[in-house]
């Protein structure tokens, strides 16, 4: 044992006032200058706490969480469904540099969502409370800038419905048969990060995003607010439920682009499946990406064809699982180079690959390093 690291935020700090233990997940652990040694952990906590740990002196006896120097300890930001009431968090954070982040001074950007599938009554569709997924700046100050959900740009998942594509490529999406998907379209909602140092933002309205300049992040509600029903003729309908949506799994950053998949339980509590959406969004501001990510059309490129048949080649931002509650995808490199498959096996005991394409120009390792010498 090196160092033992106690937040201080136990059973009476519970959300619910249930008195539940909490519980940390999984840690994400960095390193800013290339030395081989840990720098910082991150990690959240089942009461929505997302905490930052300082291990970069050289003493452990130096060690401790930033921004904070006595118990309970101050974390970093703690989650809000939009009531008050703190999300659960069991993944490991996704961090990076942030787009404000210098060379003489370097701050993250922490992508993290919530949710748990280990209790008791998460396998209901019914009266969850609902989650969401964050991209947080942690400015990396001697002092924390508080902030909560009101300084975060809002972004939102604005339809999903059953679109079809021209798989069999002759130039028709509407033939017998062209296969279809189940896809999402979210907002696109850009994003102007709060630029004065030392101050707290002054937030803003929840429907509407904060006031431009105010950002210290970002975040999406997993759930649509819209539904297209594909009868005929087709129906929009108000939807306000999040049918237990989470996310349960780590999410995977490339090339900029943040992927992660949610859960949706079984509508049969005593069923042990349910669904998955595979979600890609700009990491930086949560916004749709401007080009098409899935190949939906397969056809191995990444065009119009892939986005929404609305005259405007909207793109699309998610696509749902054809084999039900998906893991965290495993990608590996496609035969020309310029896209990703990702698969995973599912709930329904089907596998699923999805052609992704690749927005960077570097793939894989990109150097070495002798660590023994014989």
């Not at 899935?294 to 064809?305: E, I, V």
Request: glycine residues 10%; charged residues 20%.
């Amino acid at each position: 044992m090196i160092k033992k690291f106690d937040t201080g935020v136990g059973s009476s700090s519970d959300p619910l006032s249930n008195n539940r233990p909490n519980g940390m997940s999984s840690p994400t652990v960095i390193d800013i200058d290339n030395d081989k040694t840990v720098d910082y952990i991150f990690a959240g906590d089942l009461f929505g706490n997302v905490w930052k740990i300082d291990i970069s002196n050289a003493s452990p006896s130096n060690w401790g969480f930033d921004y904070s120097s006595s118990s309970p300890h101050t974390p970093l930001f703690v989650t809000n469904d939009g009531t008050g009431t703190a999300q659960p968090i069991t993944t490991s954070p996704e961090v990076s540099l942030h787009p404000e982040s210098t060379t003489s001074h370097k701050s993250f950007l922490v992508n993290i969502g919530t949710g748990k599938y280990i209790e008791v009554g998460d396998n209901s569709q019914v009266a969850q409370q609902t989650q969401t997924f964050y991209g947080l700046w942690d400015k990396n100050d001697s002092t924390l800038t508080a902030f909560d959900r009101s300084h975060l740009l809002q972004q939102k998942i604005t339809k999903e419905t059953v679109e079809t594509f021209d798989t069999n490529q002759d130039g028709d999406r509407l033939d017998a048969d062209d296969e279809t998907s189940e896809v999402r379209e979210t907002t696109k909602t850009p994003i102007t990060w709060h630029t004065a140092s030392g101050t707290t933002p002054s937030g803003g309205a929840i429907a509407t995003g904060i006031s431009s300049g105010d950002a210290l992040g970002w975040f999406i509600d997993l759930y649509s607010e819209k539904i297209l029903d594909n009868s005929t003729p087709p129906i929009l309908v108000s939807n306000t439920n999040n049918f237990g949506e989470r996310q349960v799994t780590d999410a995977t950053l490339i090339d900029g682009i943040i992927f992660f998949n949610t859960l949706i339980p079984s509508s049969d509590p005593c069923d042990f499946g349910g669904d998955s959406w595979i979600m890609a969004l700009n990491a930086d501001s949560g916004e749709r990406v401007d080009e098409s990510v899935f190949d939906l059309d397969s056809n191995g490129t990444f065009d119009a064809g892939d986005g929404f048949d609305d005259g405007g080649n909207t793109r699309v931002s998610g696509v749902k699982s054809t084999v039900g509650i998906l893991p965290r995808l495993t990608f590996a490199k496609g035969y020309n180079g310029d896209s990703y498959f990702a698969f995973g096996s599912g709930s329904s005991g089907g596998f699923m690959t999805q052609q992704i394409k690749r927005s960077g120009t570097s793939f894989g390792r990109q150097s070495w390093d002798q660590l023994f010498e014989f």
